[in-house]
């Protein structure tokens, strides 16, 4: 898995930026219960306020870094935060973007459930 390429092309771009933002390596490190990168998931939009995207769409979990502890008041116990690369370009809720990629909390990916074969 280390030496596979980035399912990104941008990916050693996007690390080189990620590395200079927050003055560490990310962690790749992936806790047993984690989605894996490649699995397929819907952005959803909050049921609680009207955001943190204008829309659902579709995109894959990154494999940028592996998933990390939400530090913020409001994230549940646990939770997690993924990157996510979006199959198109997306704004968020104030209209800002276009985003192609963003660290999402768990509470706003729903899994694609695994197609079965006939």
Known sequence: MANDPPLDPEQPRDRA???RLTVRPPDRHRPARALLP???VTVV???EWDGP???E???TVDDLAAPEPVDHPRARAGE???WVRFD???YDADGDGPYRKAL???RYLRPERARQAD
């Open 104 to 106: 999402i909390w768990e």
């Open 45 to 47: 939009r909050s049921t």
């Open 80 to 82: 997690s935060a993924y």
């Open 38 to 40: 490649g699995a397929r």
């Open 17 to 19: 930026a990620f590395e």
């Open 53 to 55: 995207w204008q829309v």
């Open 88 to 90: 198109a370009p997306q």
């Open 57 to 59: 769409f579709e995109g």
